[in-house]
């Protein structure tokens, strides 16, 4: 899976994690998620922007 902020590989063991729309999200940290959840239609629609 891809972390849809930064665009690494993450699994889904990863501890952050997020639902949205009946989907859930993965992320590399807490930063990452904390973005994500600020403006996930941004991530949604343009993509990772790499770190």
């Given at each position: ?39 996930p239609e941004k991530y949604l629609r ?6």
């Open positions: 899976m891809i972390d849809p902020v930064c665009g690494m590989e993450v699994d889904n063991k990863s501890k952050f994690k997020t639902l949205y729309k009946g989907k859930v999200y993965y992320f590399c940290s807490e930063n990452c998620l904390n973005l994500f959840k600020k403006d343009e993509g990772p922007k790499g770190m």
